[in-house]
């Protein structure tokens, strides 16, 4: 009796042979390409592991003529669901979808039209319930990706070159992709990727990815990953430079009060593998811009901070506006907007945007070790230039809040600071 309750369980519960599955004609209409050369390849896939790079275990994959810059892919017998469609402009017959820092070198198209131009491509982004007989989308081919940007120094051309492969933990959802940086040289470090040597990403599978950055010349380099859960394609920064949304890099570095440096983060890559694991941080004391409750509703303005008698042209200049006597001058975590610059000769500026008009105090010191914090020979002498607003600096002992204090009730207030 138990076998024919278990037998009945299971064609309950298992597909049963007898049903026909639903089946539809996919039409893949084509047009902006470049030229009539070469062929069109179309993948169509179900599986989101699959998606884009491994085409040979796509649901179907067909190649189909150019005419007059457009072409035309037809899948039939196709399983209702969901999917995603990518074509490539495979100029040289050489029927192969070509990657170059897992962003496509030749014309490519997505279903959806995703522009995938420095976000990288995502499954979620381009797929679509398919559930007709017979149903057409239309895709334009784009041409140019991050790819094209792709500008190593000249004196590693000759260099061997090896794979970084990077597994991301700590990400606290599946949204968007991992945008990573790598940078060759100290310019544009940390968030400025245009100046990147190479860009790259990983797609989120259940809040993880691994993925390689590969063809990299031995040397030295600093790598920066962001989650782009907005799938923009950009790393986003608050209006005070600090990170917008999860970032990471190799090492034990925190972004605490100023950004990680080029020296302080670089690796060098001299051999034909190297593995890192990067914990993602979604808050930093930069991130954390927390005004009084009675000033939010007010009119804002934004505060320019002029610095000036910097002794080293180094580091970073930090700065911190406290509303009220708490914490003052170098208790940071009762700041309400902390910010920092990069030290140039001639005077540093630093900026507080969209602050609600009230009562502050500013207290600036130079970072010049770059870690973050107000250095002081045995906790109590500074061991780093210091100012604050009003310039009130005393002989003896940290500035006071009530001779440092001003009040912001325009849109735009300048101030001057001479550090000490």
Known sequence: MRILVLSAALLAFSPCPALAQNTGTLTVAVDG???????????????????????????????????????????????????????????????????????????????????????????????????????????????????????????RDKSPRGRINVKVEGLRNSKGNVLAALFAT??????????????????????????????????????????????????????NGAP????????KYVFRYGPPTFPRSSFRLKEPVREFAINMVYETACSRINFPDDRMDKPKGDIAVRVSNVK??????????????????????HASMLTYAPVEAGGTGLKFPGVPYGEYAIAVFHDANQDGKFNRFLGVIPAEQYGASNNVLRTFGPPEYRKARFTLEKPRLELNVGLK
């Open 33 to 155: 390409l470049a030229d009539d050369k070469g062929q069109v390849i179309a993948a169509l896939y179900d599986n989101p592991f699959s998606f884009p790079f491994d085409h040979t275990t796509a649901k179907r994959l067909f190649t189909a003529d150019i005419s007059g810059r457009s072409s035309r892919v037809v899948f039939k017998d196709i399983p209702y669901g969901r999917y995603a469609v990518l074509i490539a402009h495979d100029r040289d017959f050489s029927n192969t979808m070509k990657f170059r820092a897992r962003f496509p070198v030749e014309g490519y198209g997505t279903s959806n039209n995703y522009d995938a131009g420095l976000a990288g491509l995502s499954f979620d982004a381009s797929s679509f319930m398919f559930s007709s007989t017979e149903e057409t989308i239309n895709i334009t081919a784009r041409y140019g990706s991050a790819a094209d940007k792709i500008s190593f120094p000249f004196d």
């Open 186 to 239: 100290e310019d544009g470090f940390p968030f400025d990727a245009e100046k990147a040597a190479l860009r790259t990403y990983g797609m989120i599978s259940y809040g993880k990815t691994e993925f390689p950055i590969e063809d990299v010349p031995y040397g030295d380099y600093a790598l920066v990953l962001f989650h782009d859960e907005s799938a923009d394609g950009r790393f986003g920064l608050l209006p």
């Open 244 to 251: 917008a949304e999860g970032y990471g890099i190799p090492g």
């Open 312 to 333: 080293k042209v180094k580091g970073w200049v930090m700065g911190a506006l406290f509303p009220a006597k708490k914490g003052f001058p170098t208790g940071l975590g």
